[in-house]
């Protein structure tokens, strides 16, 4: 469908500093070639993220495949877009380039062998796969084919985050020793009759997959995967058969060491939040998504903060996006789907790789978990 | 003389909501924990002069319209901007059962003698489900509560307006503008973090007479794509057909309020809702905000 912005806009330009932004999307590229996108799984995020792409003027929306009839009259009616139950004969039918998958985790490791089979690039949402074995053999396949694969964690595309991990990186608080990060919702504050394909964690389901992945991969994104995950703790409060509420500690080799904390039924908390704290050795961060305080040990005149406490608010790390929905996050991650298909040379900010991290730390957070219940049994 | 208010007062500061700190957001929400201290800085906004009130649907907006409706001679001559729906409702629907859990709840919410129930027993079967019809049945819930009030436009949240926008259609922006101007008799309002996209869309589908509802500060925060460009559509804009009610105008407190409404006085723009709990930051919002756009 055609839907795409006018030319007539003054698009941003690329971004001034080489420093990690939110959103460094330029139209440099635009309108050179279309990429043609398939969406599967049009639940919440498929749907955002059909209004979002389709902003842009070289993509193509062509096809979407969901099993819901409802879904699929609504968008084959007004959106104009062909409509398919089962995606494997949308896969079969149509002329792709790229296909994104907002499908539930559990289903995505063989659609994404099949959208490989057909040499298509690939967004998919968090948490991508529910194993790091699935993480690691799609990864493997689809850097093999040369093709684009990324992962749905949009915190890297928050203009505080980025810049957290590009202070972090550029040392500025110096070696850092603690970290602390956490994150709250009252996404699920009372007992669940049946929680759909949430249910179980073979579905995908519970607070580690569908929320603390987040914040897993803030630390991943900032540090790397971690060297050994202890004192895991995975409680019930309303959820029948999965965690509600996510803790665990991490450390490095190197001596780095933090902590999660993540609460999905903690109703105090009107929008999800997320808190990151990171103590070095000359500084320390504090940030959520809305803005960050920095603690620095001595003055850096050069980069305009000084010695002690500096307030950063949103308002002054903001990047802008040529189409806002649900914040600038969304729009930011897409864009840059879609300019790493138009550049080959350019890589995803969340590739297959580094979302198997997170994976992986899943992995040894269940085991740790199972491990020190059957400890407390004893 | 426009057909809207010169200077609206909005809701923000009551409900925990505040871009630019969550903490600040938080201390907010508890200090107008009860209906009095809400009341209280209405009372301000009153004396002030200010007679225009934008209110969103959410949870606490029933009681809020019950008491001015209840103490009607007391604030006799006010005009409502309410805008719909309350997304939390709805995302909070969705993230605890999912897309059609949702759908099924907001449509039996009262069972079958709620007009979703009607509508149901007519067959909900997806050949014959029909968007529009549900739209609007959605649009009279929500704005049922301030049914008595003189409401003169009915704003769509931005997360509603843009969505749409992003799926490029016309269709239910049409509608949209048509329900709340035959049944309501109120001009239909969209909120946007797109101004100069929607605008021209709505231009193109041949939408006039839509307020429209946008973040305007000089810092462009929260404006897509960019000052420059919004700059460009406001100087084009007629504000006849597309009257501008920017709002964000201090970007969350980014922008101190003298510049900020120095840099809104001097753009076309028809209406400014913002919100303040104190009668000092009111009387000089008030104050500060020219009488007539430029």
Known sequence: MSGAISSVFRLPSVAKEPALTGCDYTFERALVMTVRVGIIGLGRMGITHFSIINSRPDVQIVATADPSMLVNKLLGKYAGVKTYKDYSQMLAKEDLDAVLLCTPPAMNYEILKAVAERGLHAFVEKPFTLSAEHGRELSAIFASKGLVNQVGYVNRFNDVFARTQAMVADGLIGRVIRFRSEMYSATITRAQEDDGWRATHANGGGATYEMASHAIDLITFLFGKPDHISGTSLSRLFSQHVEDIVASNFRYAGGLGGSIYVNWSDASFRKPTNKLEIFGESGKILADQHGMKLYLASARPDLGFAKGWNQLYITGLFSSVPFYLRGIEFTAQLYDFVDCIADRGRTTRCDFSAATDTLAVIDTMFADNAHNESELAR | ?294
Not at chain 2, 21 to 40: G, T, V
Not at chain 2, 119 to 138: P, V, Y
Not at chain 2, 239 to 264: H, K, Q
Not at chain 2, 268 to 273: E, F
């Open chain 2, 1 to 294: 003389m426009s057909k809207i208010d010169r200077i609206v007062f909005g809701d923000n500061q009551f409900f925990g909501i505040n871009h630019m700190s969550q903490d600040k957001a938080q201390a907010q929400a508890e200090r107008f924990a009860d209906l009095d201290s809400i009341f209280a800085v209405y009372d301000h906004a009153y004396s002030a002069g200010i007679r225009g009130i934008m209110l969103n649907s959410n949870d606490r907006a029933t009681a809020i319209c019950e008491r001015f409706k209840a103490q009607a001679s007391r604030y006799p001559d006010l005009r409502w901007y309410p805008s719909i729906p309350y997304p939390h409702k709805y995302a909070s629907l969705v993230s605890e059962k999912g897309m059609v859990g949702a759908l099924n709840d907001v449509l039996f919410a009262d069972g079958a003698k709620s007009a979703f129930g009607k509508m149901a027993r007519g067959g909900l079967a997806a050949m014959t489900f029909d968007a529009i019809r549900m739209m609007k049945m959605l649009v009279d819930e929500e704005v049922a509560i301030y049914r008595g009030l003189d409401v003169r436009v009915v704003f769509l949240q931005n997360i509603v307006t843009d969505l749409i926008l992003g799926f490029d259609i016309a269709e239910p922006l049409i509608e949209y503008c048509e329900h709340v101007r035959k049944k309501y008799g109120a001009l239909p309002g969209l909120i946007t973090q797109n101004l100069p996209y929607l605008r021209q869309k709505l231009m193109e589908w041949g939408i006039s007479d839509v307020v429209l509802c946008a973040s305007i500060n000089k810092i462009g925060y929260l404006m897509s794509p960019d000052v420059a460009t919004y700059e460009v559509a406001l100087d084009q804009n007629d504000g006849d057909r597309y009257p501008v009610m920017a709002m964000s105008t201090l970007a969350s407190g980014a922008i101190p309020a003298p510049e900020a409404y120095e840099y809104i006085n001097q753009l076309n723009v028809q209406s400014v809702v913002f919100g303040a709990s104190s009668p000092g930051n009111i009387q000089q919002t008030v104050d500060l905000i020219d009488a007539v756009p430029a």
